[in-house]
């Protein structure tokens, strides 16, 4: 029985740590277009990007787009609500629910020129547009010291 236990442990720690983590697709309106995600090295979006970012409840995820020729860009990506998570969390480990109830969408686009960045949950969704505010705007320059 003690066995059983012990081999159930590992698969289940590999689940609910890999539970804390979200992929995104960035894209952008321009193939010249890069963005800085908080502490990541630039990426330049000619081609869609994946990348893996940490599930968080507080945090944010500051991000400064350039485009040639163009003012850059600063604000804060829209992070998605994981209701599920608080569900396990409440039902299995509550203080878990300080680290993971939110992620990043599985898709976003950049847009320099129009000051947006547009988001989605699944390929075939339409894209919702956000427009940083003025504060996110500052905190994301502040972040990015500039």
Known sequence: MM?????????????LLSACTATTSL??????????INN???????????KTYKATSFGQ????ATQEGM???????????????LVADILFFAPAAFY????????????????VV??????????????PTAAEVERAQAYFAE
Request: hydrophobic share 35%; glycine share 4%.
């Open 71 to 85: 003012e850059p860009m600063y604000g804060l990506m829209p992070l998605k609500f994981n209701s599920g998570y």
């Open 100 to 115: 993971n109830l939110r992620e990043v969408y599985p898709f976003y686009e950049f847009d320099v020129a129009q000051g």
């Open 118 to 131: 547009r988001y989605k949950k699944k390929e075939s969704d339409q894209w919702t547009s956000y427009k």
């Open 3 to 15: 066995k059983l236990k012990q081999l159930l442990v590992v698969p289940l720690t590999a689940v």
């Open 40 to 50: 990541d090295a630039p990426l330049v979006l000619k081609n869609p990007v994946s």
């Open 27 to 36: 894209r952008s309106s321009d193939p010249s277009l890069a963005v800085k």
């Open 61 to 64: 995820y500051r991000f400064r």
